[in-house]
């Protein structure tokens, strides 16, 4: 894992087609296993238990990725770039990362960007 390093706005945008890739490949992951659950006659604990692990494990994964381009992973699907004020933040499904918000005020102060 990369430490968390500060992004200009340009570097963080020039970023993001790949945060959305692998978000989308780890939603879809998330996805595939909450769908084949439901397809299940039986569930039994230890098949609750393997599906928890396994989406779990997507989720970390994700969450390396995202850590391992500087950025941080806050929350699910969350993702904020450090920009030594505050962070620019993108939350999947957004199009785009077009929030920022201060480092007390997190996601609930998000405000779109200028």
């Known amino acids: 894992m ?3 390093r500060l992004f200009t706005l340009s570097e963080a945008r020039m970023l993001m087609p790949e945060v959305r890739r ?3 490949e780890a939603v879809t992951a998330v996805e595939q296993i909450q769908e084949q659950v439901s397809a299940l006659d039986t569930l039994t604990p230890e098949v609750m238990a393997e ?3 396994d989406m779990r494990s997507a ?3 994700w969450a390396a990725t995202i850590e391992g381009y500087g950025a941080q992973a806050k929350g699910l699907w969350l993702v904020d770039f450090d920009n030594g004020a505050g962070y620019y933040c993108w939350q999947h499904p957004e199009p785009e990362l077009g929030h920022y918000h201060d480092y007390e005020a997190g996601f609930s102060g998000r405000t779109p960007i200028q």
């Open 59 to 61: 989720v970390d994964a």
């Open 2 to 4: 990369s430490e968390p």
């Open 22 to 24: 692998v978000t989308r």
């Open 51 to 53: 599906a928890e692990k």
